[in-house]
């Protein structure tokens, strides 16, 4: 084969530029520290890489989406310690305010304290993150309790977040669930007000049979009767005698005038469609949840007419009638019905109200009746309370995973991105021997002229 002197030419210029470029190449990874800096450099480990840091971008996602719930929560954890403080407080005042030996000034004295600590609950129920109120719901721009009125305003919907791909988790807690005047009552009867002097009728009864329009007409037949009234399953009945052609109300007042009667009898129109009068009967004893059991016996017809149904019609903290608000007439203290102890036990908003009025009434039996209502709902505080930090330590476990998962997604991406360094340096210095070389055998070589050739 002919070798021509512009064939050496060519064969330096291109070694030099394999050389050069295998340089460049060994440089640009020293510089970046990366084995691949661009698809051509090894296209499916680029895939993988670009499939690793999408992993991680979601994972700081995540990260930052658990570290906003457990802001809200971490709120929530700070105000139920709050609100547990104000339950002892207010139970330790209403214990004061239940002593025989306190009169009507010391009641109203510490019901200006019970009041200070209503305030202080609006307040932890108006609490906020950032410019945001942890109790509202979705309405995270209002204030979930109004101050005027202590009704709720926000809505009870769970504000979640994605904490993984397959994990939401709710970061606040409804105001719903535990503040504000109202609630959601279960109706087992139609609603109805009446003004009841006891302090709590915690258990009732309503005569069954079909609707009747006038209370003071005849309900019963000529024959009269006589109904056992017991309340709780250890008392001796007590006998009421009904007269012949004897009305409801003449009913009502028959029970209510018998010596050593364990109930109270109402009559009201238990309809707001039609006129359907009843007579409603309440344990005297405040705070009773024992059944109340009326055995009819006499005439035909008043059997069938005072049906009373203690199964079926028997009103306590599982069942409660609708009409739920604790005084509807402010300048009557005895104004009441049979829902509130459902919502007083579940709402420390409530609780402090009616433990508040009783001190302002010097009610000694409510303010009783006001120690159970706080001791229902500081237990009520404390489950919400624990699931609160079962939420946290949830967020914790999460927080834990994603970071063991990050550390290994960092790992598996380091060992297809980044470059060896040792391996780069030792292939860099045999270019740059190859090159320190080629140079020297090109210049004794290409300083030959057609001189030398031809002397």
């Known amino acids: 084969m002919r070798v021509t002197t512009k064939m050496f030419y060519d064969r330096f210029l291109s070694d030099l530029q394999k050389n050069l470029s295998a340089m460049y190449d060994a440089n640009e990874k020293l510089s970046t520290g990366k084995r691949i800096n661009r698809p051509s450099d090894d296209p499916a480990g680029m895939a993988r890489i ?82 945001r109120y942890i109790f509202s719901g979705y309405l995270t721009n209002s204030a979930p309790i109004s101050a005027n009125t202590g009704e709720f305003q926000g809505d009870s919907n769970l504000f979640e977040l994605d904490i993984s791909p397959s994990v939401k988790i709710a970061a606040n807690i409804p105001a719903s669930a535990l503040f504000s005047f109202s609630g959601t009552p279960t109706q087992v009867l139609p609603p109805y007000s009446k003004e009841i002097t006891d302090p709590d009728p915690h258990g009732g009864l309503v ?158 039996a409510r303010v009783r009746k006001g120690i159970d209502y706080l001791s229902a709902v500081s237990e009520k505080v404390y489950q919400l309370h624990a699931e609160v930090g079962a939420r946290l330590n949830k967020l914790d476990a999460e927080k834990n995973f994603l970071g063991a998962r990050e550390d290994d997604t960092n790992v598996t991406l380091s060992n297809d991105q980044d470059a060896d360094y040792s391996r780069v340096v030792s292939e860099m210095q045999q270019r740059q021997t190859a090159l320190e070389a080629l140079r020297t055998a090109s210049r004794d070589t290409f300083r030959t002229s057609l001189f030398d050739f031809i002397r």
């Open 50 to 131: 670009v499939g690793y840091k999408a992993t991680l971008l979601s994972i700081g996602q995540y990260n930052r989406s658990i570290d906003s719930a457990k802001s809200y929560l971490g709120a929530l954890d700070g105000s139920f310690v709050n609100l547990t403080d104000v339950l002892t407080r207010s139970r330790e005042l209403a214990v004061q305010g239940a002593n025989a030996t306190v009169d009507a000034s010391s009641r109203i004295a510490i019901g200006k304290e019970v009041r200070a600590l209503f305030e202080t609950s609006v307040g932890i129920a108006n609490t906020k993150v950032g410019d």
């Open 207 to 364: 005569s069954g049979g079909p609707a009747f329009a006038n209370p003071a007409a005849a309900f019963v037949g000529t024959g009269g009767g006589t109904l056992s009234i017991r309340v709780g399953s250890s008392m001796a009945s007590v006998p009421v005698t009904v007269a012949p052609n004897a009305s409801l109300n003449d009913i009502a007042a028959a029970i209510n005038a018998t010596a050593n009667s364990p109930v109270r009898a109402q009559v009201v129109d238990v309809s707001n469609t039609r006129t359907d009068y009843r007579i409603v009967i309440a344990p005297v004893q405040v705070g009773s949840e024992d059944q109340v059991s009326i055995t009819a016996a006499g005439d035909a017809s008043l059997i069938s007419s005072l049906n009373y149904d203690s199964a079926a019609k028997s009103m306590s903290r599982q069942n409660n009638i609708v009409n739920y608000n604790y005084i509807t007439d402010t300048a009557n203290g005895n104004y009441y019905n049979f829902n509130n102890n459902y919502l007083n036990e579940n709402n420390i908003i409530r609780a402090l109200h009616f433990l508040n009025e009783a001190l302002n009434n010097n009610d000694q």
